[in-house]
C-alpha cells in the first residue's frame, strides 16, 4: 500500500507541476525527498547495500557498495574471482587497496578529513542538510539531459586541496516534473564533472536510481537491501599481519 | 484504489491526447545529448584580453580572452579550464572582489583592444561560487565592451565599472558607471559625448575615494579606424566619482588617442600613463609622482608608441614602482622608473595584458595575440601555456582523407591543417604550418596533395606541395592595363569542383586560374561599388597611422562555384554587391537590388551554392561594422530574382551571421554561424535552435560539412576548431518521429575501423588535446520524455536473439547517441592471486546484422545495425574466419580452464570444511586438498603481486595472453602463434586428464566418504557458472 501511495504521489506531482511556480529550494528538496518514499522513511534508514556492476565495453565488473548512516562506507569490485576492497571508511581511517600489490594502504591525511566531512550526508547530503551546516540555493530552472530542471547549489564545508582549503559546491538538478535529482556537478581539478541518475525504482518504500552515469561510465544497480547486515571487520583497515 | 489511480491518469493525459499540436523542439530538448568536440589546436592559442591573479592564493589565476571565454588555472597556471562557456565568448576584463577573492568573480564582457577583428560582448555578469554559476548584471546590455571593473576594497558593494562601448558606432552607454548596492542599481558618474569611452578605472591603492579614469575618443568603420580626439583625457575624482577634474598639467595641447593607465601599488602618488598626441615626440610614457598634479616626459620608443589601440597597457610590479611593464609587439620592461627600456623574452608578439606574480616579481604571465605565456626569470625567458585552445580562425575546408583533416587560417597565427583524428587524440604535433602572417583560407586541392594559403590581403598566396615540401607563391599579380587590384583583408579563394585545378581569387575582380595559379585571368568587371570614399586606407588609424591593409574596402569576399554547373559562379563584396554569372564569367547580373530587408552596403559575408538546384543559393550578411548586428539570411531558387527571409526570432537579435552551410541531402536543414554561437532549423528556417551542447556562443566564422562522415566543422573565432560529429539523424527530425515515445535513427552500414598505432605522450601532460571521433558503432535514437524512472536497458544481440553484450543507454530527452565497439563480452577467467590482463579482452563480432534492442519499462523496442570489415583490411577472408574461429577456441579453452579451477576450488573447501570439522575423515580429504593444490599451482598463479613480485606465467596466464593476442589482432593467426597454441593444447589436455585421475583416485575416496556421512559437495554447471559473469 505504501508503494501505491508513494506511487500516486509522484503521478499527482507529474499531473500539478508544470503549474505550479515559485519554488523554494526548500520546497523541492522537501517534495524530492517526499516523492522518493517520505522524510521520515529516510530517517529510519541506517545503511544500503548496492549489488552493482560497473559497464566498460565488454566487460562488466561486479560491484559491492555499502553505504551506512555513521558515515562507514566501503566500495567492493571484484576482478577475475578477486575481491577488491576498491575503498573502505569506517569512520575515522580511509583505506584503499593497492593494485600493484593488493594490499591495503591507508588514504593520505587530507583525503581522509575530507571524507570525514561527509559523514552524516546520508541518505544523502540534501538530507537534513541544515544541521550540517551546509546552505542550498535555488538557481532558477535549466535543461539538463534534454528537459527542464531546478538547479540547486548545495555549499558544504570547505575541503582541503594540497595543503589549501577549497570551497565545496555542488550543483544538483531537479526534474521539474518528479522533482527527483537527474544530475549533479561539482568541479575535481578544476573540471565540471557531471553524473546523471536515471531508472528510479523502488525499495520497500524508498526510491533509488538504478542508474548512474559518473563522467562517462555506467553503474547499474542489480539490488538494494536496506539496512544490510554489516560487520565492523568489513570497513576497518586489516592491520598487516 | 488502482481504478481510480489510472483514472487520474488518464485524465492527466487528455490535454496530450487531444491536441494535435505540432511539437517543435528547440535546443537541448532537441539534440539530446548530441555533443560536440573540440580539437583545437591550442599549440598557438589565441588572442589574450585581460589576466587576473588571485589576491592571496598564488595557485588561483583568470585569463579573459579575446573570443574563448573566462579560463580558470587552479595550479598557477600550469593548466586552464574555461568557466564561460554558457555566454558569450568575447573579454573585456576579469576582476576578482578583493573581499572574497575566492567567490565572487567579475566579467565584463566584449574586448577592449580594438582591432578589425574583434568580437562583441553583451553586458556584465558576475558569479559567486568561484565561476560555476553566472548572473547578468542588468543595464550593461548594449555596453558592447567593458574595459574596467574596480571595486572598493573596504566595501564589496561599490563597485565602478569602465564602459569602452560600440566600436562602429555612436553609443551613450560608455563612460564610467558605479553601485553602491553590489549592482542592483547603478549611476552613470562620468559620460562625455556617444564617442568617448572608458578605459582603465583606476582606484588609489590607499585611499578607495581616490579614482583615475582614461577615456578615449575612437571609432571604427569596414573602411578606416580612427583613434584620438579633442575628447580623450585622463580625469580624476578624489570624491568617489562625484567630481572630476581634468589632469593633464605637462601634456602636449591638442588632440589626445588612446590612454594606457597605471599607479603603483607601493606608491599611491606615482602614476604611469603612456600617451597618443598630436606631438610624435611627446608620444608614449609619462609619469607623475605628485597624483596626478604634473607630468613629466620620459620615453617614445617604439615599444612605448606602437599601435596604442591594440597594446595601451601598462603594469608597476607591486613591489617596486620604478619596475614597469608594457604591453605591445614584444613587450618592455624598465627597472629604472620608465626612463628606459628592453624588450621582453621571445614569446608569441603582441603583448596585451602582463602581470607580476603576486609574491615574486621574477615570475611574469603575458597575455599575448597567442595565448599566455610564463617567466620564471623576470621576463627573459617565457614558455608557453599549452592548453588553452583559443585559435581564432576566419575559415576552414575540410578534405576527404580518412581521417578528414582540417584546414584553415588563424589571427596572427598563421594557416594549419591537422587531422580530425588522431591516436591519443588530437594534440600539438598532429598540427602541420602552412603559411605565415595572418591565415586565412586554406584549401586543398581536390585531387592532388596540395594545399592553397594566403596571408593577409593576398599579400601572399602559397601553393604548396605536400609530398615534395615545395613552396610557390602564386598570387594574381597586375598586368599592364589593369587597374590597382583591392583585395580584401580576408581574400576570398575557392577550388573548382568541377575542374580539380581550377582556382579562383576575389579582388575587386575575379580571377581565374585554370593551372592551380600560375596564370590568371580576370573574368569579371569590378563586381564592388567601387566608392573611393571607402579606398583611402592610408590616413587610416587617426593620431597614429594604422594603415595595416586591415581596412581595405570595396572588395569581393565570397567567390561560390555551383556544385551543379561550373559556368554558376556568386560573388558577394563586403560593400553590399551580390553578383552571379551563369555563363562563367561572361555577363554577371547585379542582384543586389532583389535583396530583401537587407540595408544598403551590408557585408555580404559568405554565399553558399547549393546541390539541391542550380539557381539555388543562400546568402548571409552582416552589418557589425556600421554597427548593425542583426542577423540577416536570405535564401533564392531563381538565381537570385528573388530572396526569400530565413531568420527566424529563436535567433538571438545581436546574432550577426557570418556563415551559412546546407545539408546536402536534407534542404530544410541548415546550420548557421553567427557571433553567438551555432544555430540548426531542420524546417528551412522557420525555427531555428541554439545548438549548445559543449558548443559555447562562440563566433563561428566558417562551417564546412565533412561529406563522407556528414560531420559538421566549425571554425570559430576564438575556440579552435569545434565538430559535431555525423548530423545524419538530424536530416530524419520530422512531426512523425518527434511524436514517438522511441525512435531509432537509420544509420549506414559502420566500417569496423582495424586501425591502430601507439600514441606515447610523455611531455604532453599540461596538453591540450582534442577528442577523437569515436570509431565506434553509433546507435543514435531519439526519446520524447527523459527516462527516469524504472528501468531502461541496451543490449546487442545478434539476429537469433543471444545476448551478445551490454550497453549504457543514454536517458535524455531528444537524441541520445550509444556506442558501440563491436565487442561482445571478455570470456570469465580461473580466479587466481593476481590479475591475467589477457581476460580483459572481449572479441569482436564478425560483420553482418545485429540487434539492438531497448528495453524500456514493459516496453522492448528494436533496431538493426549492420557492421562490416574494414576495406583497408591487411588479412584474406579465409585468415579473418580463421581468426575469428581461434578466437573462439581460445575464449571456450580460457573459459574451460575457469571451470576446471572452479572445481577445484569448490573441492578444496569441502576437503577444508572436512578436515576442520571431521576428524574421521581429515586423510582422505587431506590427500585430495593436496594433489589439488599440486594440481592448482600449475594451472595458476597463487603467489606474488601484480607488478615486480609477479609470480612465474602459469598455463592460464599464457594461455590468456595468447587469447588476447589473437582476439585483438587484426591480421592473420600467426605461425608462432599456432605453433604456442598446441603447446598450450597439449599441456591442458594434459592437466585435464591429471584432474580426472585425482577425481578418480582421491576424489572417489572423498566423495565416498562425503556419502557415508550424508554430506554433498554441491558444484555448479558449467552453464550456470559461465553465466555468472
Known sequence: MKTLKTLFIALFVVAIAPVAQAQTADEIITAYFENTGGMDAWGELEGVKMIASANAQGMEIPVEIYQMKDGRQMVKINLQGQEITQFAFDGETMWTTNFMTGEAEKSDAETTANMKQTVGDFPNPFYNYADHGYSVELLGTETKEGTETYKIKLTQQPTMKDGKEEDNISYHYFDTENMVIIASESEANGQMMTNTMSDYQEIDGLYFPFDMGMAGQNITIKEIILNPEVSDTMFAFPEKK | ?1029
Open chain 2, 1 to 1029: 484504489m488502482k481504478k481510480l489511480f489510472l483514472t487520474i491518469l488518464a485524465l492527466a493525459l487528455i490535454p496530450v491526447g487531444t491536441q494535435a499540436q505540432e511539437i517543435t523542439l528547440k535546443g537541448k530538448e532537441l539534440f539530446g545529448d548530441m555533443k560536440a568536440r573540440h580539437i583545437g589546436p591550442a599549440l598557438m592559442s589565441g588572442r589574450i584580453n585581460d589576466l587576473e591573479l588571485h589576491p592571496t592564493n598564488s595557485r588561483i589565476m583568470y585569463a579573459g580572452t579575446a573570443g574563448g571565454g573566462v579560463w580558470k588555472s587552479s595550479d598557477g597556471g600550469a593548466t586552464y579550464a574555461p568557466i564561460f562557456d554558457d555566454h558569450v565568448q568575447s573579454i573585456g576584463v576579469v576582476t576578482l572582489d578583493p573581499n572574497n577573492p575566492d567567490q565572487v568573480i567579475w566579467v565584463g564582457t566584449g574586448e577592449t583592444w580594438t582591432r578589425n577583428s574583434v568580437s562583441v560582448g553583451d553586458g556584465l555578469y558576475r558569479s559567486t561560487d568561484g565561476g560555476g554559476t553566472w548572473k547578468e548584471i542588468p543595464g550593461f546590455e548594449d555596453s558592447e565592451r567593458i574595459a574596467s571593473v574596480v571595486i572598493n576594497p573596504d566595501n564589496s558593494d561599490i563597485v565602478y565599472v569602465g564602459v569602452l562601448g560600440a566600436l562602429w558606432s555612436d553609443s551613450e552607454d560608455r563612460g564610467v558607471y558605479k553601485t553602491t548596492d553590489g549592482g542592483k542599481t547603478w549611476n552613470k558618474i562620468l559620460y562625455v559625448n556617444p564617442s568617448t569611452g572608458a578605459g582603465d578605472v583606476l582606484m588609489d591603492p590607499k585611499n578607495p575615494n581616490t579614482l583615475y579614469v582614461s577615456m578615449w575618443e575612437f571609432r571604427r568603420s569596414g573602411w578606416g579606424f580612427n583613434s584620438g580626439g579633442e575628447n580623450s583625457a585622463i580625469y580624476k575624482s578624489t570624491d568617489a566619482g562625484k567630481t572630476w577634474n581634468k589632469i593633464h598639467n605637462g601634456f602636449p595641447e591638442g588632440k589626445l588617442g588612446r590612454i594606457g593607465l597605471a599607479v603603483a601599488p607601493s606608491d599611491a602618488n606615482r602614476l604611469y600613463a603612456v600617451l597618443e598626441t598630436e606631438d610624435k615626440t611627446k608620444n608614449g610614457l609619462w609619469v607623475s609622482k605628485d597624483a596626478g598634479s604634473s607630468w613629466e616626459h620620459l620615453n617614445n620608443d617604439f615599444g612605448l608608441v606602437v599601435r596604442p589601440f591594440y597594446f595601451s597597457r601598462i603594469t608597476v610590479d607591486p613591489r617596486n614602482p620604478d619596475i614597469i611593464l608594457k604591453g605591445g609587439l614584444s613587450g618592455s620592461i624598465s627597472r629604472d622608473g620608465g626612463k628606459t627600456f628592453k624588450n621582453l623574452g621571445n614569446m608569441h608578439s603582441d603583448i596585451h595584458d602582463i602581470v607580476f606574480h603576486i609574491n615574486d616579481s621574477d615570475i611574469i604571465y603575458s597575455g599575448t595575440d597567442g595565448g599566455v605565456y610564463r617567466s620564471w626569470n623576470g621576463g627573459t625567458t617565457f614558455e608557453i601555456v599549452e592548453n588553452l585552445p583559443l585559435s581564432q580562425f576566419y575559415h576552414i575546408s575540410t578534405d576527404n582523407a580518412e581521417p578528414y583533416n582540417v584546414y584553415g587560417g588563424l589571427q596572427d597565427n598563421g594557416s594549419w591543417w591537422g587531422p580530425s583524428s588522431s591516436p591519443g587524440g588530437v594534440e600539438a604535433r598532429d598540427w602541420n604550418s602552412v603559411g605565415a602572417g595572418d591565415g586565412f583560407r586554406v584549401l586543398k586541392h581536390p585531387t592532388k596533395n596540395i594545399i592553397y594559403s594566403e596571408m593577409q590581403g593576398a599579400e601572399n598566396v602559397w601553393r604548396y606541395d605536400v609530398d615534395k615540401n615545395r613552396t610557390k607563391t602564386i598570387q594574381p599579380l597586375p598586368k599592364k592595363g589593369d587597374a590597382e587590384l583591392r583585395f580584401n583583408w580576408n581574400a576570398p579563394m575557392a577550388v573548382s569542383a568541377h575542374v580539380p585545378d581550377r582556382f579562383y581569387m576575389g579582388s575587386q575582380f575575379v580571377h581565374k586560374s585554370d593551372d592551380m595559379g600560375d596564370t590568371w585571368t580576370i573574368i569579371s568587371p569590378d563586381l564592388t561599388t567601387n566608392d573611393p570614399n571607402k579606398q583611402d586606407q592610408s590616413k587610416s588609424g587617426g593620431l597614429s597611422v594604422d594603415n595595416s591593409g586591415a581596412e581595405n574596402h570595396t572588395t569581393i569576399f565570397t567567390i561560390a562555384e555551383s556544385p551543379l554547373d561550373q559556368n554558376v559562379l556568386w560573388v558577394g563584396t563586403d560593400d553590399g554587391n551580390v553578383q552571379v554569372t551563369q555563363d562563367g564569367g561572361k555577363n554577371w547580373n547585379n542582384v543586389t537590388p532583389n535583396l530583401v530587408g537587407i540595408p544598403a552596403n551590408t557585408w555580404v559575408y559568405h554565399i553558399e551554392a547549393s546541390v539541391h538546384g542550380k539557381g539555388t543559393a543562400y546568402a548571409v550578411f552582416e552589418g557589425h561594422t556600421t554597427g548593425d548586428m542583426k542577423p540577416y539570411a536570405l535564401k533564392t531558387t531563381d538565381f537570385g530574382k528573388t530572396w526569400k527571409n530565413i531568420i527566424s526570432d529563436d535567433i538571438d537579435a545581436k546574432a550577426f551571421v557570418r556563415n551559412i552551410q546546407e545539408d546536402y541531402e536534407n534542404e530544410d536543414l541548415l546550420f548557421l554561424g553567427t557571433e553567438f554561437g551555432l544555430y540548426v532549423t531542420v524546417d528551412g528556417g522557420e525555427n531555428w535552435s541554439h545548438f549548445t551542447n559543449n558548443m559555447p556562443p562562440v563566433a563561428v566564422h566558417f562551417i564546412d560539412m565533412q561529406k563522407e562522415t556528414n560531420d559538421i566543422v566549425m571554425g570559430t573565432h576564438g575556440r579552435g576548431v569545434i565538430i559535431i560529429d555525423d548530423i545524419s539523424p538530424l536530416r530524419e527530425v520530422n512531426q512523425n518521429i518527434l511524436s514517438k515515445d522511441v525512435h531509432f535513427f537509420e544509420t549506414e552500414p559502420v566500417t569496423m575501423v582495424e586501425q591502430g598505432g601507439f600514441s606515447g605522450n610523455f611531455g604532453a601532460e599540461t596538453q591540450f588535446v582534442g577528442n577523437n571521433k569515436p570509431t565506434s558503432a553509433r546507435i543514435i535514437y531519439y526519446l520524447k520524455k527523459r527516462h527516469t524512472f524504472g528501468k531502461m536497458t541496451m543490449e546487442i544481440q545478434d539476429m537469433e536473439g543471444n545476448t551478445l553484450t551490454k550497453l549504457s543507454p543514454g536517458k535524455s530527452k531528444g537524441i541520445n547517441v550509444v556506442t558501440w565497439g563491436f565487442n561482445t563480452t571478455n570470456p570469465k577467467m580461473a580466479a587466481a592471486k593476481t590479475l591475467s590482463f589477457g581476460g580483459f579482452t572481449s572479441p569482436r563480432v564478425p560483420e553482418g546484422k545485429y540487434k539492438v534492442v531497448l528495453t524500456k519499462g514493459k516496453d522492448t523496442y528494436e533496431h538493426i545495425i549492420e557492421t562490416k570489415y574494414d576495406d583497408t583490411a591487411i588479412t584474406t577472408a579465409a585468415d579473418r574466419k580463421n581468426q575469428e574461429k581461434m578466437t573462439q577456441t581460445m575464449f571456450d579453452m580460457v573459459e574451460d580452464l575457469a571451470y576446471v579451477v572452479y572445481e577445484i576450488g569448490e573441492m578444496q573447501t569441502k576437503a577444508q570444511d572436512v578436515i576442520d570439522n571431521n576428524p574421521k575423515g581429515e586423510k582422505v580429504a587431506q590427500n585430495l586438498y593436496d594433489a589439488l593444490e599440486d594440481l592448482r599451482t600449475d594451472l595458476v598463479v597463487t603467489t606474488g603481486d601484480n607488478y615486480v613480485a609477479s609470480a612465474e606465467p602459469e598455463l592460464r596466464e599464457r594461455m590468456g595472453e595468447l587469447y588476447a593476442n589473437i582476439a585483438g589482432s587484426y591480421d592473420r593467426v600467426t605461425g608462432a602463434q599456432m605453433q604456442n597454441y598446441e603447446l598450450i593444447k597439449e599441456e591442458f589436455e594434459a592437466e585435464k586428464k591429471r584432474f580426472a585421475e585425482i577425481k578418480n583416485k582421491e576424489g572417489k575416496k572423498f566423495m565416498k566418504f562425503l556419502e557415508k556421512n550424508e554430506m554433498e559437495l554441491e558444484v555448479e554447471s558449467k552453464e550456470e557458472f559461465l553465466s555468472d559473469k
